[in-house]
């Protein structure tokens, strides 16, 4: 059998082989750092379907993923990466943690250009905001790696925005994370689900921001099934 090497809050971790990973979504939701957790029947083949479908979109137009398949149930396979302990994260429209620190701004402001941030990946710590010479200075990343994540970063935002808005979705924000392959390369990591982007239809999240809002897990489930029926996923 594939050995557990991590389980976080949303996903398990299975080491394959070397060079390979089986990522395994849980069907639970959490909130508040994990402290708030419900189980979520079905939900982690919904997030799995939509992280495959999403990250195979994304390698079709040129962008390097971990991502090598999907079991059609709970389960990813993945190239095995040395993850940069950071998570990026693109806003189109002010929300969330943004709202929090620029409480001037209204919220769901169109940014006059897609906003790229960077927090410390620290549950203890709260996921620090980062400024890019921390980030630097501490060894993170080098100068001309953080380049490339930028431009990798806008390259997805262009990629979901256009994919999501031919079918009548609002990408408002969401979270990535990047690795390095044993050859040097940096790739996509991580998931792409709706616990890692807020999408609106028709001003109606259909993510995560349900749950943290106070939704049952039941009504989250729906709207992961939702969006999935809009987008055409299995
Ligand atoms: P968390 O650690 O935030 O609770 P999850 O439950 O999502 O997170 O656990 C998944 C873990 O797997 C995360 O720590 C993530 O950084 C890590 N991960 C994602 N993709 C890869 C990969 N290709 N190689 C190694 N680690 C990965
Ligand atoms: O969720 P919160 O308001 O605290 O954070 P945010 O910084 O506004 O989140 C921006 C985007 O990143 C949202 O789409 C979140 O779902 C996603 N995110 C994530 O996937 N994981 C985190 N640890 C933090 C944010």
Redesign the pocket.
């Known amino acids: 059998m594939v050995e557990l090497i991590y389980e976080g809050k949303a996903k398990r971790v299975y080491r394959l082989n070397d060079d390979e990973l089986i990522i395994e979504f849980k069907d639970e939701v959490t909130a508040l750092d994990g402290l708030r957790r419900e189980a979520a029947a079905g939900k982690g083949r919904l997030a799995a379907a939509q992280t495959a479908f999403f990250m195979n979109y994304l390698e079709r137009n040129g962008v390097r993923t971990h991502f090598i398949n999907w079991d059609g149930d709970r389960r990813i396979t993945v190239r095995a990466l040395r993850m940069v302990p950071i998570?990026v994260?693109v806003r189109n429209y002010a929300?969330?943690?943004?709202l929090r620190r620029m409480p001037m701004v209204k919220p769901l402001t169109r940014f006059s250009k897609p906003l790229v941030e960077f927090h410390l990946k620290s549950d203890e710590l709260h996921?620090p905001l980062l400024t890019t010479d921390d980030l630097i200075e501490a060894g993170l990343l080098g100068r001309e790696d953080l380049q490339e994540v930028i431009n990798t970063s806008l390259k997805v935002n262009d990629l979901l925005m256009g994919l999501l808005g031919m079918h009548g979705l609002t990408l408002l924000?969401?979270?990535l994370e990047f690795g390095f392959s044993r050859d040097g390369r940096l790739l996509l990591a991580d998931e792409l689900s709706g616990?890692?982007?807020?999408i609106l239809k028709e001003g109606r999240h259909l993510?995560?921001e349900l749950f943290?809002k106070g939704a049952s897990a039941v009504d989250l489930v729906k709207a992961y099934a939702e969006l999935n029926t809009l987008l055409g996923i299995s």
């Open positions: 998570e994260i929300y969330g943690s943004f996921d924000d969401f979270k616990d890692t982007m807020r993510d995560k943290r």
